[in-house]
């Protein structure tokens, strides 16, 4: 399991990265310190799941979930933040995210969540639904030219 | 032979050859000589003229007489020519003169006349020859005695022709005057005189009077006087002395004789050279003369003498039958006085004149009667006349007759009688008694006299009077007559109580005494006078009251045909103290308008400037004439013209009106000025009064509020950026430092826990759970720093959250309505909107204990409405905001503070107990930023 972690704060980064790596399942752990930085590595990397913090400055969690999830090779993504609550669930699914997590409690439920998603079978993941396309032309355009031309190439192959 | 020859030597020799013919020649010589000496003697000595002249009329020789006779010498006339001396203006001399000198006939004798050096003409005869080589050789004779004597002879026929006119003249005249007039015509139409006259004495004066005169120098008369006093010269000369000594006087040489020098100036002008008077007599008495002036000395020849003298004997004789005549005219005239008389008297007289008997009855009346009644003549006789006197006169008049009848005396009565055409004239009667030799009437003569006009014009006169005295005396102006002193001659009622005075006191004073004076004032007064010739005296002086004080009148004098002056005088303190009130109100108004702080100007419909202030004169730098004559709004700037009409034209259309505008100062400033201006009705024209004040002062403080406002909101600002910002700043650091040091810690213990022992176990769980503690506390103080739920997902999702995490476990009922699909919105509209509904929020739970809020976001076209009501207890907001500006508090001006930052509108509504409500809307566009999390 090739996992792409991506967070603003390098301490935290570091920790959750030094942790993964001794997680037998996961083959290989790639840390990001942003949200345009993640998308760059996950595009080259192609990770199996994509662990990423919702507040950053440069491109935000949720930014990064959609455009992860509009990639042929659309990895799992996990969403990750301190706060909590309905909106902040809603917003993740919204997006395509497949979990949320909440930080206080990443010790007791990362784990299981990595684990469930490696015990799906893989072509689940390929027939996994496709996360709600957006239709509005300018919205597709604007996310080009946020995200960079690797991606808008991308998105032209989606 | 030569004359050399015949002087020479020779001569001997030529004179013996010649000897037999010499001596017959030298005989011959001699007889020669002799004859040319005879001829030259008679030459000389003739008593004739001789002359040769030639063809060019020159003369070559003279002889003695002829220049005697001409008065030239012999070589001065030997320089002239014919023609110089002959008279241009005879064409026969001419002719006769032109034909000799073309060789033709020359006529044996020729009477014509030469002119004398000194200029008369002398009358000549000449005969003429002319000689073998064309000379003419001319005679000539002074023919004057001869032309004299013919001239005296044609006067003396010429004179008895007069006398005989003077004869039939004398026959034929009818007075005096006439006879005179007709002598002395005669006298020089016959007698070829200059001028006659005929004088008479005026035994009075003893000088001589003219009476008749005739001629060509007739005006001569009118330049001398003449007398019969031998003691004065002018008594002495021909006419006086024939007045007094009764002989007839000549005077031939009249220029040159020392008896006529008086006159000899006159007489020269009047071309008079001879005279001669003849004394008049009537009944034996000389009564004056006859005076014939003769134009060529002595005319007056003895030979006409007598004849003249016949002539004045003749007059005189015509006096005596004139006297005689009239003595007889008068004896018959006298005879014929009586009726005759009378009835031409009666007739000629336009008065009516009757005459009746001594009992009353008509007799006769004149003619008069009829031309003045138009009435019948018989209608006056017997009693008939008294049926046309007026039915209200008759018994008067007989009254009056039969007074004067029994008394004997005249009468008169004044009566109307109707005329023929009905109306009725006004006559004075007037009848006089005629006495029988015993004492008795006989009959009465007496007159009627038309006094209809003069009664019209008494009654007129009497009526006018009346009415002028009415007038005088009822007219409210005061009125005197003066006369040239200045003494008053007459008063009227009004004067005497405008002054204080009785009657009688006041006509005692003079002008003097009561006018005041003031020198300068008359002057001045004076000069107002003449500044409007032609008006009627028109003065405004002051008169003195009886009291002393002065009484402002005007006056109006007039020169009456008496020589008084007649002056109305009108009291005027009422319209001086009217005026002098008008020129305080002007005055104050003036002072008022010049003491105003601004502008003031009254213009009119027009826009042109009628009046203003001082202030006006003294910010435009304009003076008086260009204010005057400016144009509409002519004193604000360039720039503010269009609004200058404007506001005028508003001004009449509103009644009133404001308007701001700028003045252009005279050092080049522009000013800027507030106008309030009203429309008014003035000198019944519709005008405009406005004032103006300099509101820069006003200007520059608002400026510098609008300054510290934009100063003060940047401040609260960057007051509330700030906090904001560093809320936002601790909240992120709590969350992203502390929180993700916290996870990482946790994490990490996580890890070490599957390294402890079994029974260790649960200290390295405690620990993590401390450290779940420790971030869910990290957690909260974030959020309430700054909700990260506002940044991560928007307005919608913070309120949402808001009321969940927050308002509902504090025990308040929360309902929330806001669209799902708001989206997000600018970054500090989100932030405006949340604090907001957050202060009103916390000021529902902590000072209104509201049980329920009501959030409302309501998105409308461009703007977001913002509602927030709750139930609480509500409060004053007046007091609360005065609270807040105090410093109590900040939430409200929080509120407000931020929603006017977005640029929104704020406003509270609360009614104590009956809870509050907060609304605010902003202006709303979407946020590109935040578009990624809109989830559409």
């Known amino acids: ?158 | 032979m030569s004359k050399t020859a015949r002087t020479g030597s020779d001569r001997a020799a030529i004179q013996a050859t010649a000897a037999p013919y010499y001596e017959v020649r030298v005989f011959a010589e001699r007889a020669l000589e002799e004859s040319r000496r005879q001829y030259q003697e008679l030459v000389n000595e003739s008593r004739d003229g001789i002359y040769q002249r030639d063809e060019s009329r020159r003369f070559l020789f003279v002889n003695p007489s002829l220049c005697r006779m001409l008065g030239y010498e012999a070589g001065e006339l030997l320089q002239l020519t014919i023609d110089d001396i002959c008279d241009p203006d005879d064409p026969d001399a001419a002719q006769v003169r032109n034909k000799a000198d073309e060789g033709g006939e020359i006529p044996a004798l020729m009477n014509w006349r030469f002119r004398h050096r000194d200029g008369h003409w002398v009358p000549v005869e000449t005969s003429a020859r002319r000689l073998e080589d064309g000379r003419l050789l001319v005679t000539v004779r002074d023919v004057s005695e001869r032309v004299r004597a013919q001239e005296a002879l044609a006067h003396q026929r010429d004179l008895y022709a007069a006398l005989s006119e003077t004869g039939k003249a004398i026959i034929g005249a009818e007075n005096r005057e006439r006879l005179f007039e007709d002598v002395c015509r005669i006298a020089v139409q016959y007698g070829k005189l200059r001028f006659a006259a005929i004088y008479l004495i005026d035994p009075a004066d003893r000088r001589l009077h003219l009476a008749a005169r005739c001629g060509e120098a007739a005006g001569y008369a009118d330049g001398v006087t003449m007398s019969i006093d031998a003691s004065h010269p002018e008594g002495r000369g021909p006419t006086g002395t024939a007045a007094r000594s009764g002989e007839p006087q000549v005077c031939n040489d009249y220029l040159e004789s020392a008896a006529t020098a008086p006159w000899h100036d006159c007489a020269r002008r009047a071309g008079i050279e001879a005279m001669a008077a003849f004394p008049l007599r009537e009944a034996g008495e000389v009564v004056g003369t006859l005076n014939l002036y003769a134009g060529e000395p002595g005319y007056f020849t003895d030979e006409l003498l007598p004849t003249l003298r016949d002539m004045a004997g003749g007059l005189s004789h015509a006096l005596n039958n004139f006297t005689r005549e009239a003595e007889r005219r008068k004896a018959e005239a006298a005879l014929h006085l009586g009726e005759e008389r009378f009835r031409t008297l009666v007739e000629a007289t336009s008065n009516i004149v009757w005459l009746t008997d001594a009992r009353g009855v008509t007799v006769s009346a004149s003619k008069g009667f009829e031309e003045v009644t138009g009435l019948d003549s018989s209608t006056a006789l017997g009693f008939r006349w008294l049926s046309v006197v007026h039915p209200d006169d008759r018994q008067p008049v007989i009254a009056a007759w039969r007074y004067a009848s029994e008394n004997r005396v005249a009468y008169t009565v004044e009566s109307r009688s109707r005329m023929q055409d009905g109306s009725y004239r006004w006559f004075s009667v007037h009848g006089e008694p005629i006495f029988e030799p015993d004492g008795s009437i006989r009959e009465w003569i007496g007159t009627c006299t038309d006094i209809n006009d003069q009664k019209l014009a008494h009654g007129v006169l009497r009526d006018s009077r009346q009415q002028y005295l009415e007038l005088v005396e009822g007219s409210r102006d005061g009125i005197y007559q003066r006369d040239a002193d200045g003494r008053l001659l007459f008063v009227n009622t009004a004067l005497c109580r405008m002054l204080g005075y009785e009657h009688d006191e006041l006509l005692r004073k003079s002008i003097h005494e009561i006018a005041d004076l003031d020198a300068a004032r008359i002057e001045e007064n004076r000069q107002q006078q003449d500044g409007r010739a032609g008006s009627p005296t028109l003065l405004a002086i002051r008169l003195k009251h009886r009291n002393g004080s002065y009484v402002p009148v005007e006056t109006n004098a007039k020169q009456l045909a008496s020589g008084r002056t007649q002056v109305m005088v009108r009291d005027i303190s009422a319209r001086v103290a009217a005026e002098r009130r008008l020129e305080d109100e002007r005055k104050f108004i003036m002072h008022s308008m010049n003491s105003l702080p601004g502008i003031f100007y009254v213009h009119d419909a027009q826009g042109r400037l009628m009046r203003w202030n001082e202030r006006l004169e003294q910010v435009t730098g304009l003076g008086a004439d260009q204010l005057g004559l400016m144009e509409p709004a002519g004193f604000v700037t360039e720039a503010c013209r269009d609004e200058a009409l404007a506001f005028l034209h508003r001004t009449f259309a509103q009644g009133e009106a404001d308007a701001e505008m700028d003045l252009k100062m005279p050092d080049g400033r522009d000013v800027p000025y507030h106008f309030n201006a009203r429309r008014f009705t003035w000198q019944g024209r519709v005008c405009v009064a406005g004032v103006a004040i300099d509101i820069s002062e006003r200007r520059e403080a608002e400026a510098r509020e609008r300054r510290y406002i934009h100063e003060a909101r940047e401040l609260s600002r960057r007051l509330l950026t700030a906090q904001e910002q560093e809320r936002r700043g601790i909240a992120r650091e709590l969350h992203d430092e502390v929180g993700s040091a916290l996870t990482a810690l946790q994490m990490q213990i996580k890890g070490m826990e599957d390294k402890l022992p079994e029974d260790s176990r649960h200290l390295s769980q405690e620990s993590r759970e401390i450290v779940r503690v420790l971030l869910k506390q990290a957690r909260d103080m974030s959020l309430d720093l700054r909700p990260s739920v506002l940044d991560d997902l928007g307005l919608t999702a913070a309120v949402n959250w808001y009321s969940r995490e927050r308002l509902r476990p504090a025990g308040l009922q929360v309902e929330v309505d806001a669209p799902a699909g708001l989206g997000r919105l600018a970054a500090d509209v989100e932030s405006a909107c949340f604090r907001v509904i957050q202060g009103a929020a916390i000021n529902a739970l902590r000072h209104g204990h509201a049980r329920s809020l009501s959030i409302r976001l309501a998105p409308t076209a461009g703007a977001l409405i913002l509602t927030v009501q709750d139930d609480g207890e509500g409060f004053d907001v007046t007091a609360a905001r005065a609270r807040a500006t105090g410093g109590a508090s900040l939430g409200l001006l929080a509120m407000e503070e931020r929603a006017r930052l977005v640029g929104g509108e704020f406003s509270i509504e609360s009614t104590p107990g009956a809870g509050t409500t907060v609304h605010m809307l902003v202006p709303m566009h979407g946020d590109p930023e935040a578009g990624d999390l809109d989830e559409d």
């Open chain 1, 1 to 158: 399991m090739r996992v792409l972690i991506i967070d603003d704060q390098p301490g935290f980064l570091a920790t959750l990265t030094g942790m993964l790596m001794l997680i037998p399942e996961i083959e290989a752990v790639c840390p990001a310190l942003g949200g345009l930085e993640g998308l760059s590595l996950a595009a080259e990397m192609r990770p199996d799941v994509v662990l990423t913090d919702l507040s950053m400055p440069d491109l935000n969690g949720a930014a990064v979930t959609r455009r992860l999830k509009e990639r042929a090779w659309a990895p799992y993504v996990l969403m990750m933040s301190f706060n909590d609550g309905p909106e902040y669930r809603e917003m993740a699914h919204g997006v395509g995210a497949d979990a949320y997590l909440v930080k206080s409690d990443l010790d007791q439920q990362l784990v299981p969540v990595l684990r469930r998603l490696r015990a799906e079978p893989a072509g689940e993941k390929e027939h996994a639904p496709a996360p709600p396309r957006r239709t509005g032309t300018l919205a597709r355009r604007h996310d080009a030219v946020r995200t960079g031309k690797t991606d808008s190439k991308d998105t032209r192959q989606a």
